[in-house]
T-cell receptor
């Protein structure tokens, strides 16, 4: 397996634009996590899916953020409209279960200008 | 107060030195993770442990549940070990990882 695959690796967008980040988890993993990493706050959990169902989205900063997992092999994180304070590295991770090792993607570095 | 405290925040070593990074946490956990992040790079899981000790190559991770403390050791350090090392804990039956702020390790040749 190629590991967790995220796209794009880098995204630069203007304030107000819609941004969509994509993630393909490892095949067979039923837990998927979206994290955000900033210098100020470190790594923070945004949302957790189990078997494609959102279990906890309490980390999603506000209504501008939304995430979907239409099937076991694909998830998206959308920001609409984007703001400069959304600039961060966004990681997707998957695991066979919540109590097993998590595998992280390479991250998407988002810059909103 | 952060539930996961790492020390030191920054660590500089000479190639070949023995490295220790510490992680303390304040509540009961079901598991602890050590992660590695290279500059501008992704995050790699090094260890997941809930008791005792694990070893992988030059890396050793230990955990003392009673003392709520874990250490990551690197033997015979090498410049390619330069990275940020992050401790993260899984609280009880929760699925949510709580992360430390990381330790920036620089190994000079």
């Amino acid at each position: 397996d190629a590991g967790v695959i995220q796209s794009p690796r880098h995204e630069v967008t203007e304030m107000g634009q819609e941004v969509t980040l994509r993630c393909k988890p490892i095949s067979g993993h039923n837990s998927l996590f979206w994290y955000r990493q900033t210098m100020m706050r470190g790594l923070e959990l945004l949302i957790y899916f189990n078997n494609n169902v959102p279990i906890d989205d309490s980390g999603m900063p506000e209504d501008r953020f939304s995430a979907k997992m239409p099937n076991a092999s694909f998830s998206t994180l959308k920001i609409q409209p984007s703001e400069p304070r959304d600039s961060a590295v966004y990681f997707c991770a998957s695991s066979a279960s919540v109590h097993t090792e998590a595998f992280f993607g390479q991250g998407t570095r988002l810059t909103v200008v | 107060k952060n539930e996961v405290e790492q020390s030191p925040q920054n660590l500089t070593a000479q190639e070949g030195e023995f490295i220790t990074i510490n992680c303390s946490y304040s509540v009961g956990i079901s598991a602890l993770h050590w992660l590695q992040q290279h500059p501008g790079g992704g995050i790699v899981s090094l260890f997941m442990l809930s008791s005792g000790k694990k070893k992988h190559g030059r890396l050793i991770a230990t955990i003392n549940i009673q003392e709520k403390h874990s250490s990551l050791h690197i033997t015979a350090s090498h410049p390619r070990d330069s990275a940020v090392y992050i401790c993260a804990v899984l609280l009880g039956s929760n699925y949510k990882l709580t992360f430390g702020k990381g330790t920036l390790l620089t190994v000079n040749p």
